[in-house]
């Protein structure tokens, strides 16, 4: 596939966001599809919150004249396509529901689940484990609950960023870029398309979504997203490459997946559902300590942007080297990170001191 047919591609996705999304708008302020301030909420006043419609046709008009136009996509498919697009579909619906009337959390893990044995049942599935110092371990029974944990969580992992204007979308496009190039590099056909999309959509939804957002993807749109990047990630076929492969998706999305890691671990240990909202994500931290909503938003940019140089650069420079200056990059983060979350803790402290 040459840059002309990838700019296409893009350019499908783009575009039927772009025209469908001020439709949707529309729709949404005739209707009453609006999503509420409220307490764990950050914007003022009701919003259109059905963007996802616009990004998942979007995304599917562009997969759409792939499918037809480039026989070595449904070659590499094969017969994952029915799954995958069986599996968007129970995704999407889940998340459509979840906009249109709160579903219950348990439904939600039960059609993410659902969603994810669809693909594992078209083979699509991690059979392979690399565990550090050991190497690459097969997984055997444990395929199965490893798959379905892995999916659930990326599923997830951009919903649980889209805090804030511009972010999530933001994001993923940022996290598809590596993950193109990558494609590319190996000449995985589907990874190629299925990224390029998502960099389209993305980037056409951002200018309705950006700060002051004149429409919110929703869950439909969030889960959705996650759902593609699952897929993605199970599209790189780890035993034939090199062991660099492996952690690109890890690094590309490490901005959403720590989020998630670091929600589902700070729930549980405070004796709370780990699928509860809260107040308690990295960006309120951030905005908390007195940075605006862009900065924040650019903040998370630059550091998705950080983590995709890295990921190429595992196929490019001494993979101990990027692993070491990665490792204190990470510190350094985490270390800042923290630093903004006791300034969190500290103020709201003085402010409930106040009303007491």
């Known amino acids: 596939m040459n840059w002309i047919n990838t700019f296409i591609i893009f350019a499908i996705g783009a575009g039927a966001t772009f025209i469908l999304s001020p439709a949707i708008i529309s729709l949404c302020l005739r209707f009453g599809f609006l999503d509420l301030p409220g307490e764990h909420k950050r914007h003022r006043f009701p919003t259109p919150n059905l963007g996802g419609i616009a990004l998942f046709l979007g995304f599917w008009a562009a997969v759409a004249f792939a499918y037809f136009r480039f026989p070595a996509l449904s070659l590499e498919l094969g017969k994952f396509h029915y799954h995958i697009f069986a599996g968007g579909i129970i995704i999407f619906l889940t998340g459509l529901l979840d906009d249109l009337s709160e579903l219950p959390a348990l439904g939600k893990l039960v059609m993410q689940i659902a969603a994810g044995a669809v693909l594992y049942l078209g083979g699509l599935q991690i059979t392979i484990l690399f565990i550090p110092f050991v190497g690459p371990t097969e997984l055997g029974y444990m395929s199965f609950p490893v798959t379905m944990i892995w999916i659930v969580g990326i599923i ?5 960023i889209d ?9 993923s496009a940022m996290a598809a870029l590596p993950l193109l190039l990558i494609g590319i590099y190996f000449n995985l056909t589907t990874v190629v398309v299925f990224c390029t999309a998502i960099i389209g959509i993305s980037l056409a939804f951002m ?6 957002a004149r429409i919110f993807m ?17 599209l790189f076929p780890i035993k034939s490459y ?9 690094l590309a999305l490490a901005i959403p997946i720590t989020e998630t890691v670091v929600s589902f671990i700070r729930r549980t240990l405070s004796g709370g559902r780990f699928y509860r909202a809260d107040n308690r994500h990295l960006f309120h931290y951030l905005a908390a300590s007195g940075l605006s909503k862009l900065q924040v938003v650019w903040l998370f940019y630059i550091l998705s942007g950080f983590f995709a140089v890295f990921s190429g650069a595992m196929f ?3 993979k101990q080297v990027v692993v070491t200056i990665l490792a204190v990059f990470m510190v350094v983060i985490f270390a800042i990170l923290f630093r903004f979350r006791l300034m969190y803790l500290k103020k709201n402290g003085r402010e409930g001191s106040r009303h007491d």
């Open 156 to 160: 997830n992992c951009i919903n649980l």
């Open 163 to 171: 805090g804030l204007d511009g972010l999530a979308a933001g994001v």
């Open 207 to 212: 200018y309705f979504n950006q700060y002051p």
């Open 218 to 234: 929703g869950d439909s749109g969030s889960l959705f997203l996650g759902y593609i990047f699952a897929v993605i990630s199970l």
């Open 242 to 250: 090199t062991t660099a492969a492996v952690f690109v998706p890890i």
């Open 316 to 318: 490019i420079f001494n």
